[in-house]
């Protein structure tokens, strides 16, 4: 064998050692050397040698002392570098661009958000991401060497293979090198992923979804889309683009225009702006009284909530909306479900928190659709709320971190 291969081979093996100690211990919170060494089957010193690594020379690991003995040599026992390394977060959204500081243990030291200014094009909305970024660190007089990196959450179609957002309809951005523009901007390791499969991450590894293999998050908002893990693991397609689930076509013949181009999307057809909408289209045909009251006459103040609230109320043509809305949103979610056959679906986003007045008819609707007509669907809402892309973005960022990809 030429001597670069085995090179390349120790090397190769050395990271795969360290890694699968460092995820045992991070795991584990605290552990004993020796307990290590049962769980991985490596030898004593090869243990001492990782570990002495990941505490002396990349600060992930520290002593904790020594453990019970029984009977021999007290262990020494060791555990993760949490609360002296730093992950900051990003959920960069159409409507606000929000930040958090955290330390590795997942606990949020700081928070702040700023509106984004959509008007002011992609240019000025990476440079409040990186102001952001910024003031979290200063805020907090922190050495930038003790945060790990950035992870970011973007709405729309990430192509990770080019490090490219094809396409944000939310923002109204195509083909932008986002890899780039924030390369020249941050001086720290950052990840980004679109941020619904990012919720669908923080669910799998921090949330209620840690206790399912398969399931899918729904992100129910301004716009639709979704996160989908199958067999324990995110699903990314060919190039990072699967997911798109608000563009699937639920009614070919609609004459509704979605902000994608096409006629039909589940998007255009059943989002909270779709809902608010049909809101306005009922105020003007003066058809709710209660609407109006609530609205106190000004169309401009009619959303997704308003018709909740009216709806909620007893208003029967606020009730119509979101039945319609809802059997759309069946005919979507049920052909997810005959699709991918999911243990759960957990769903995220303003409009999902409404509670049973949108939960009764959604499930009713689903059902209508199901291949299997008595199966009983799980549906929950998402465990981080309004947080949950920013725990996705957090655990992204853990992920490289774990995996070495992401230390300078
Ligand atoms: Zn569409």
């Known amino acids: 064998m030429p001597l670069s291969y085995k090179k390349v081979d120790s090397t190769v093996m050395n990271k795969m050692n360290k890694v699968q100690v460092l995820s045992i211990i991070h795991d584990r919170k605290t552990i004993s050397r020796a307990d290590i060494v049962k769980i991985t089957g490596l030898t004593p010193p090869t243990v001492s040698r990782i570990v002495e690594q990941l505490i002396n020379h990349d600060c992930l690991v520290k002593y904790t002392g020594v453990g019970d003995s029984n009977g021999g040599r007290p262990p020494v026992m060791v555990s993760f570098n949490g609360d002296e390394n730093y992950v900051i977060e990003i959920d960069l959204g159409a409507t606000l661009i929000r930040g958090v500081l955290s330390d590795l243990n997942n606990n949020m030291l700081m928070e702040m958000q700023v509106p984004t200014l959509l008007e002011k094009g992609y240019e000025s909305i990476i440079d409040d991401v990186v102001n952001i970024v910024e003031r979290l660190l200063n805020k907090r007089g922190l050495n930038r060497v003790k945060v790990l990196g ?50 669908a991450l923080g669910e799998l590894n921090y949330g209620l979804g840690k206790n399912y293999g398969n399931f899918v998050v729904i992100n129910m908002g301004y716009g639709i889309a979704s996160g989908i893990v199958v067999d324990g693991k995110t699903v990314f397609g060919f190039q990072g683009k699967a997911g798109e689930f608000g563009h699937i076509i639920v009614d070919p013949n609609s004459n509704v225009k979605c902000k994608c181009g096409a006629y ?145």
């Open 264 to 408: 039909g999307c589940l998007e255009a057809l059943a989002s909270g702006r779709r809902i608010a909408v049909l809101g306005k289209e009922l105020f003007e045909r003066k058809k709710s009284q209660k609407l109006a009251k609530l609205c106190k006459n000004d169309p401009n103040l009619i959303d997704a909530k308003l018709i909740f609230e009216a709806a909620r109320s007893g208003d029967k043509d606020a009730n119509e909306i979101l039945e319609t809305v809802t059997n759309y949103l069946g005919i979507g979610i049920a052909s997810l479900v005959n699709l991918l056959d999911p243990e759960v679906i957990f769903m995220g986003g303003g409009v999902s928190s409404n509670g049973d007045i949108f939960f009764e008819p959604l499930i009713k609707a689903i059902q209508k659709y199901l291949i299997s007509r008595n199966r009983i669907l799980d549906i929950k809402p998402v465990t981080f709320a309004d947080y949950a892309t920013l725990i996705g973005a957090f655990s992204l960022v853990v992920n490289k971190i774990i995996r070495f990809e992401s230390l300078r």
């Open 150 to 199: 950035v992870g970011i959450g973007i709405a729309g179609l990430v192509n990770l293979k080019k490090g490219m957002i094809d396409f944000s309809p939310d923002f109204g951005w195509e083909a932008v090198n986002i890899q780039n523009s924030l390369k020249q901007r941050i001086n720290l390791p950052f990840f980004f992923d679109n941020s619904t499969r990012l919720m």
